[in-house]
C-alpha cells in the first residue's frame, strides 16, 4: 500500500476529474464509465494505453502516466503472485503425470523456451505496435482459414517475441513479457486445435508464467481457463473444475469483465459436465452480468471474440452436458445454439463448426434426428475444411451418436 503522504494513481485521477461526470471523462478518453469508477476506487490497474488516454482527456500533462508507470515498477509481490507461483507449479505437477509422455514431451522440449542470441534493436514502441499487429493478423487469418495456415508463422512471431524478451530491460520487459503472454497462448490454442494438447498444455502453461512476470493478471487467468478447458475436453472434469475456481479466484476484480465473463462461463460448462445444473445456471448468469461491462475501452485482443454469440454457444454447450439428466434444459440449449448459429461472425469460420457440433448433439437430444444428422454434417465439413483435428473429432463423434440411433 502507498504512504499516506504519497499520490496515487487513483487518488489524481479522482482530484483532476473533479465535477467532471464519468459520462463526460468516459467520451473524450474513449472508455466506460465502469472502468473509470474502478481505477478510482483502485479495483483495476491501469494499462499504459487508459493511463495516457485519461491523462490527454484531463490535460494532466503526464502526471497521470508517470504515477501508473511508477505504481508498475513499485508493485511489490502479494499474495495473488504467491498464489500464481503455486497454481503454476501444480501446473507442472499436472504435465508431468498427466501430459508429458513420449512424442508430445519431445515435442513440448523442442518448442519451450526457444530464444535466439540476437538482440532487437529498435524503438520498441514502433516494434511493439508492429508484433501486435502481426500477432492480430495471424488471430484473423487462424479464424478464416485454421490453425494450419499459421501455426509454422506463429511459432517464428512467438521466438522473435522470447528474443526480445531476453534483451528487454525497464518497463519494456514487462511489455513484452505480455506480448508473449499473448503470442505464447496463441501457438498453445493453436497446437490443441490442431489435435496435440499435451503441447498446448506447455505452451499455455509458459504463457501463463510470462503473463504472471507482465503482472498481467486478466492474461493469466485467461490461460489458466484454457488449461481447463483442454482438461475438460480430455475428461479430467473435477481438475477443470478445480482449476477454473482457482482462476476466478485469483481474477476476483482485478481481471478484465470480459476475462472473468469468459471464466464463468467455461465453469458453468465444467459444472454442466458433473451434473451441477443449479451452479452452473449461476455461473451462466454471472457470465452474462460481467458482458455489459465488457466492452469497456480496454478489452484485451485475446479475448476480442467474446460477444453474445461465444456465450450463448457456452449456454448452448453447458445444457447439451445437463440435457440427460435435466431434460427440461433441452429447449433453452436448443434456443441459445439457434441464436448462436445466427448471429455467428462471418470471419470466424473455424469456430463455426463447434457451434454447429453443439448444436447437433441438443437437437439429437430432443429427438429432432433429420435436423440432428445435417448439423452434424455441416459441422464435420467446416472442421475438414479448416483442418481442426479438435473440432473434427467433435463432429464425428456427434455424427457417429446420431446414426447409431437409426
Known amino acids: 500500500m502507498p504512504a499516506s503522504d504519497e499520490v496515487t494513481f487513483a487518488a489524481e485521477l479522482r482530484r483532476l476529474r ?107 514502441h514502433d516494434l511493439l505496435a508492429a508484433h501486435k499487429d502481426l500477432r492480430a493478423v495471424h488471430g ?34 514487462a511489455r513484452v513479457a505480455a506480448l508473449a503472454s499473448d503470442t505464447g497462448g496463441f501457438i498453445g490454442f493453436l497446437a490443441y486445435d490442431l489435435g496435440q494438447p499435451e503441447l498446448a498444455a506447455t505452451h499455455y502453461r509458459d504463457a501463463a508464467a ?3 512476470h507482465a503482472g498481467d493478471v486478466s492474461s493469466c487467468t485467461n490461460l489458466l481457463g484454457q488449461m481447463s478447458r483442454i482438461l475438460a475436453d480430455l475428461g479430467h472434469y473435477d481438475q477443470a473444475l478445480t482449476l477454473a475456481d482457482r482462476a ?41 452480468k460481467l458482458l455489459g461491462r465488457a466492452d469497456d475501452g480496454e478489452k484485451p485482443p485475446y479475448i476480442g471474440y467474446l460477444g453474445t454469440a461465444e456465450l450463448k454457444k457456452w449456454t448452448g454447450h453447458t445444457m447439451v452436458r445437463l440435457a440427460s439428466k435435466a431434460p427440461n434444459l433441452i429447449p433453452q440449449g436448443r434456443a441459445a445454439l439457434d441464436e448462436a448459429r445466427a448471429e455467428w461472425p462471418a470471419t470466424i469460420v473455424r469456430g ?55
Open 210 to 212: 510470462h503473463a504472471h
Open 248 to 288: 476466478l479466484q485469483l481474477a476476483s476484480t482485478r481481471a478484465h469483465p470480459a476475462v472473468r465473463s469468459w471464466l464463468h462461463a467455461v465453469r458453468a460448462h465444467h459444472r454442466g459436465c458433473l451434473g451441477a445444473g443449479r451452479a452452473a445456471q449461476a455461473d451462466l448468469g454471472t457470465a452474462w
Open 352 to 406: 463455426s463448426a463447434e457451434v454447429l457440433t453443439a448444436s447437433a448433439r441438443i437437437y439429437h437430444a430432443a429427438g429432432e434426428r433429420d435436423g440432428a444428422a445435417d448439423l452434424a454434417s455441416r459441422a464435420v465439413a467446416v472442421a475438414t475444411r479448416t483442418g481442426s483435428a479438435r473440432n473434427l473429432q467433435a463432429a464425428l463423434s456427434a455424427q457417429t451418436l446420431i446414426t447409431a440411433d437409426v
Open 140 to 173: 484473423r487469418l487462424d479464424n478464416l482459414r485454421g490453425a494450419h495456415a499459421v501455426y509454422r508463422q506463429a511459432i517464428e512471431h512467438h521466438h522473435q517475441i522470447l528474443t526480445w524478451h531476453a534483451s528487454a530491460t525497464g518497463t519494456d520487459r
Open 18 to 124: 473533479n465535477q467532471l461526470p464519468l459520462r463526460s471523462l468516459a467520451k473524450r478518453a474513449n472508455c466506460s464509465k465502469s472502468l473509470i469508477s474502478d481505477l478510482e476506487h483502485r479495483r483495476r490497474t491501469p494499462t499504459p494505453r487508459i493511463a495516457g488516454a485519461l491523462d490527454k482527456a484531463l490535460g494532466a500533462d503526464g502526471t497521470l502516466v508517470a504515477l501508473a508507470e511508477a505504481e508498475s515498477e513499485r508493485a511489490a509481490p502479494t499474495v495473488v503472485d504467491k498464489t500464481v507461483d503455486g497454481l503454476l507449479r501444480e501446473w507442472d505437477i499436472v504435465l508431468r503425470r498427466d501430459f508429458l509422455r513420449g512424442t508430445g514431451a519431445a515435442a513440448a522440449a523442442l518448442t519451450t523456451g526457444m530464444v535466439v542470441d540476437t538482440p532487437i534493436d529498435a524503438d520498441s
